[in-house]
T-cell receptor, first 119, second 113 residues
């Protein structure tokens, strides 16, 4: 079974600075997807960024980028120019196919990292 | 606007009562999912459905039931057999091809009286 580990329960960053959130995972599969989701106080899960395992190039979305190290099974999220609105819980998630007639997938989540942004 | 809606936002259950959480999507997604979130934890999969009239158990299906009579709707019933139902419930959907990206609704908070 796949497992996802986020070893930083809480992180803090000053506004406009850069912060990196860590995530490691365990799997025996070669083809999978990795995600970072943000959960603000409203508790809705918001997709931040996605990485396909077969792609060597690290994904970027504006101020958000990842460092994907497939051999090390590491998937960290870097937030540049942090803003007050970035304060939230961040969850790393591993996606694997559930098979069957469709291509539904199962997300396995880490326990999250609470990010605080200070002035 | 396309999206996923969940209702109600808050739900109270009495002992021995079944309650149903609603999830509707207008994204034309084939696959839909229900997750449960407990404090200090990530999400865990309860049930999923890849097509209409078909659904499968996830990791923690005991005490829950679902139906998928329409592509847009995937309601979750929390039965009296679920002994610890207090949690935050999130519905998600995804297009049934290989993107594997799931999009989430705003969630329902279930509390036991």
């Amino acid at each position: 079974a796949q497992t996802v580990t986020q070893s930083q329960p809480e992180m803090s960053v000053q506004e406009a600075e850069t912060v990196t959130l860590s995530c490691t995972y365990d799997t025996s599969e070669s083809d999978y997807y990795l995600f970072w989701y943000k959960q603000p106080p409203s508790r809705q899960m918001i997709l931040v960024i996605r990485q396909e395992a077969y792609k060597q190039q690290n994904a970027t979305e504006n101020r958000f980028s990842v460092n994907f190290q497939k051999a090390a099974k590491s998937f960290s999220l870097k937030i540049s120019d942090s803003q007050l609105g970035d304060a939230a819980m961040y969850f790393c998630a591993y996606s694997s196919s559930l098979g069957g007639t469709g291509t539904a997938s199962k997300l396995t989540f880490g326990t999250g990292t609470r990010l605080q942004v200070t002035l | 606007d396309g999206g996923i809606t969940q209702s109600p936002k808050y739900l109270f259950r009495k002992e021995g009562q079944n309650v149903t959480l609603s999830c509707e999507q207008n994204l034309n997604h084939d696959a839909m999912y229900w997750y449960r979130q407990d404090p200090g934890q990530g999400l865990r999969l309860i049930y999923y459905s890849q097509i209409v009239n078909d659904f499968q158990k996830g990791d923690i299906a005991e005490g829950y039931s679902v139906s998928r009579e329409k592509k847009e709707s995937f309601p979750l019933t929390v039965t009296s057999a679920q002994k610890n139902p207090t949690a935050f419930y999130l519905c998600a959907s995804s297009i049934s091809y290989s993107s594997q990206t799931q999009y989430f609704g705003p969630g329902t908070r279930l509390l036991v009286l």
